[in-house]
């Protein structure tokens, strides 16, 4: 399967995930709302208390973006978006930039 074909599919769960209808509104995380259905059940808590800066990297590695792609779009160092992706795996209890990466496509991956 190549990588357009994986995305796609990623995508068409999403939407799919998104029509369920669900408990719960969707959730704040900071500026960022996700649908509830996203949010797994065991990490809504500890995703609740990320800094906006946190958040925002997250958010960008969910849409594919690299590291250096994040420090350039928020103006700091790529050392900087690996130390707040490391926290952010920390607080999460992740077991690596792996985990970090599927989580955050989860999230934020746009359906449409």
Same mark, same amino acid.
């Given at each position: 399967? &190549?990588?357009?074909?994986?995305?796609?599919?990623?995508?068409? +769960? %999403?939407?799919?995930?998104?029509?369920?209808?669900?408990?719960?509104?969707?959730?704040?995380?900071?500026?960022?709302?996700?649908?509830?259905?996203?949010?797994?059940?065991?990490?809504?808590?500890?995703? %609740? $208390?990320?800094?906006? $800066?946190? %958040?925002?990297?997250?958010?960008? !590695?969910?849409?594919?973006? &690299?590291?250096?792609?994040?420090? $350039?779009?928020? %103006?700091? &160092?790529?050392? $900087?978006?690996?130390?707040?992706?490391?926290?952010?795996?920390?607080? !999460?209890? +992740?077991?690596?930039?792996?985990? !970090?990466?599927?989580?955050?496509?989860?999230?934020?991956?746009?359906?449409?």
């Amino acid at each position: 399967m &190549s990588e357009d074909e994986r995305l796609a599919a990623i995508a068409e +769960l %999403l939407r799919k995930a998104d029509a369920l209808p669900h408990e719960g509104k969707p959730v704040a995380l900071g500026e960022h709302i996700v649908e509830a259905a996203r949010i797994p059940q065991r990490h809504r808590d500890a995703l %609740l $208390t990320l800094t906006p $800066t946190e %958040l925002t990297c997250v958010r960008f !590695l969910g849409w594919g973006r &690299s590291n250096s792609d994040i420090a $350039t779009l928020m %103006l700091i &160092s790529e050392n $900087t978006v690996r130390v707040h992706l490391s926290n952010v795996a920390r607080k !999460l209890e +992740l077991d690596g930039m792996r985990e !970090l990466a599927a989580l955050a496509g989860m999230l934020f991956y746009p359906a449409d």
